[in-house]
């Protein structure tokens, strides 16, 4: 089986940092995009950013210019350096990641179960 677990959440004062974590393991073949989403409090799960295993990357505007997304492909983890929080960024961090597993060569959406960030005034 995949499986994807989060890390590095935690408690943290505005204007503050963290840094999360995304390994992926398993039988995987192959990881083409990771990428991390957050649910706020009373809120509807958004995207965060997202990077392909090329590179390529894409953020929500609400953390552009604070967040950056990385990857250690050799490891299959996927990193968000989070700088500057503020309060609205309190929220369930979740990781996503499309994965070839190697029982079935085809891609497949696989989540994390979130770790929690929370950032106070």
């Known amino acids: 089986q995949v499986q994807l677990v989060e890390s590095g959440g935690g408690l943290v004062q505005a204007g503050g940092s963290l840094r999360l974590s995304c390994a992926a393991s398993g039988s995987i073949f192959s990881i083409n995009a990771m990428g991390w989403y957050r649910q706020g409090p009373g809120k509807q799960r958004e995207l965060v950013a997202t990077s392909t295993s090329g590179g390529s990357t894409k953020y929500a505007d609400s953390v552009k210019g604070r967040f950056t997304i990385s990857r250690d492909n050799a490891k299959n983890t996927a990193y968000l350096q989070m700088n500057s929080l503020k309060p609205e960024d309190t929220a369930v961090y979740y990781c996503?990641?499309?994965?070839?597993?190697?029982?079935?060569?085809?891609?497949?959406?696989?989540w994390g179960k979130g770790t929690l960030v929370t950032v106070s005034a």
């Open positions: 996503n990641a499309e994965v070839i597993p190697t029982t079935v060569m085809r891609y497949g959406i696989y």
